[in-house]
């Protein structure tokens, strides 16, 4: 018995699981104590560690597969575009030019609604130019400064144009013009409606026309009607040149100011491919021969730089109507002296020179310059119900 108790007492020191061996052998603080506090077996904890390590792998997975994933739609098309022709490849990626440029023209230009009527006894065409829609914009800002430039293929030289109105697509005109055309001549004419975008300093831009074989049309009845607005056409017609001059009014004093600045691309009128230009300035009152005064005359050059001012006494009551005509000549010592190109402003004006003196008369005491084209003298004296080349005396001194 007495051995007995001794070997029990002896073996029972050394067992694990009682509070004394915990407190003799385990550190506070250690990773050991810490587990030895949790009451689960070693099997299990190691089961669970194992599990937290293939979910934190899973995931690391997931993250590598989605950001990999993103590569993959350029992989497909480059394996899509080998899996055709060359041929195939480039009618999808490349097309033909003359399609592209097809495209380009043809589509937003919008369109234009006009109006016509033959009168068989006066034998008139009357042209009215409603309003159009849906044009192209031209300028920066996303719009443009349409007008419509009205003519007949017959006789370009007599052309009639709307006014211009500002930063709109969708201009209403509501403006007619009367052509002389004989009976006989309506087959073989060409009605051309050209809208064009408005530019005070650069050369005005053709936003697209409409061209109207007459013989196509029954004349028996009015016409109205809608038309898409096609490129303008590449015919070129004769260039008589281009002026740039300001113009100032001051009510108060009554002083009409133009100031000739310069002209180019003006006709070669000599013989050696150049010309003597100089400008004339008349003013017409009531219709009737006025004033005039002109500039120095620029030797062989087409081209010239005038910067020289003419003042002219014009009161206010008057302003309203007076024509002022300005006109590029040709000066030849031997020979009587050649107009090149005229144009005139004012209230009777249309198109560009409308609007040019317009905007002198919103805006007094101040300059405003802008290019024009130059016309044919014939054209300009028929509007103004003078004689070509008629010579105005000069005012007394």
Known sequence: MAVTARNGRSTASPLAGSPMAISTTARPGSLGGWLSRIPLPKWALIAVAVAVGVLLLLFLICIIRCCCGKKKPRKKERVSLHAVSSSTTASLVQPEAEDLEHGVEQTGRGKLQYSLEYNFR????????????????????????????????????????????????????????????????????TLVMRVCDFNRFAKHEVIGEVRLPLASVSLQHVIEQWSDLAVGSKVKEEQLGEICFSLRYVPSTGKLTVLILEAKKLKRMDSHGLSDPFVKVHLILNRKKWKKKRTSVKKNTLSPYFNEVLVFEVPFNHIQNVDVVISVWDHDKVTKNEPIGKLFLGCRATGNQLRHWSDMLSNPRRPLAQWHSLQPPDVVDKALGLKSHLKLPLPPR
């Open 122 to 189: 006066a034998q008139e065409l009357k042209v009215g130019v409603k309003q159009a829609a849906e044009l192209k914009a031209m300028d920066s800002s996303g719009t443009s400064d349409p007008y419509v430039i009205t003519y007949l293929t017959s006789d370009v030289k007599k052309r009639y144009e709307t006014r211009v109105y500002r930063k709109t697509l969708n201009p209403v005109f509501n403006e007619s013009f009367t052509f002389q055309v004989p009976q006989a001549e309506v087959p073989e004419s």
